[in-house]
């Protein structure tokens, strides 16, 4: 079993590959790689109306390529309570038509608000083909996360300058 199956859902297991210790994962020593067709999902806990950010970190080799009809995708997803999609991000196609080979390229999806009826979050790598190529994608650092509201920061920057207040007035 590999790795990742403990916390990822998967399609095509024999077009993804987990990599141990060839020293360039981007951090740690493991990463995973696709190629033809092929992709992985984690759900993840959501509110409607809260925001979420991704972000993933893509490498493209210069020994096999993404291009010319083959590309990966990093996705953030929003399923209501009958496991429909409401809604969807996807990211620019991350092939040699868009980046740079052999470099870590971090995808970020920016701030996107759970749409009303969210039940789920899910966040997608995956790699796709139009059966006129080759090419692998690596993806390694997945992550989703909450983005506080800006008056939760206020109030957490007020709080600690009021701390801070405190503080510097004992000591006077």
């Not at 590959?17 to 984690?42: I, K, R, Y």
């Not at 620019?92 to 470099?103: E, L, M, N, R």
């Not at 608000?113 to 966040?123: E, I, L, M, N, Q």
Request: proline share 5%; aromatic share 14%; net charge negative.
């Amino acid at each position: 079993e590999e790795p990742y199956a403990n916390n990822w859902g998967s399609w095509e297991d024999g077009n993804i590959f987990q990599p141990f210790d060839w020293g360039w994962a981007h951090s740690g020593t493991g990463m995973v790689g696709m190629w033809w067709w092929a992709g992985l999902w984690q759900n993840f806990t959501a509110t409607p109306g809260d925001i979420y950010e991704l972000t993933a970190y893509a490498y493209i080799p210069s020994d096999d390529p993404a291009g010319t009809g083959v590309y990966g995708v990093v996705a953030l997803e929003w399923y209501d309570s009958s496991d429909s999609k409401i809604g969807t991000w996807t990211s620019q196609p991350i092939d040699t038509a868009h980046y740079s080979v052999d470099q870590w390229l971090e995808i970020n999806s920016g701030n996107h608000t759970a749409p009303a009826g969210t039940a789920y979050g899910r966040a997608v790598v995956r790699i796709n083909n139009n059966g006129s190529g080759a090419g692998r994608v690596y993806y390694d650092d997945v992550d989703v996360g909450l983005i506080p509201e800006p008056s939760v920061i206020s109030l957490m920057a007020g709080g600690l300058l009021g701390a801070l207040g405190l503080r510097r007035m004992r000591r006077t």
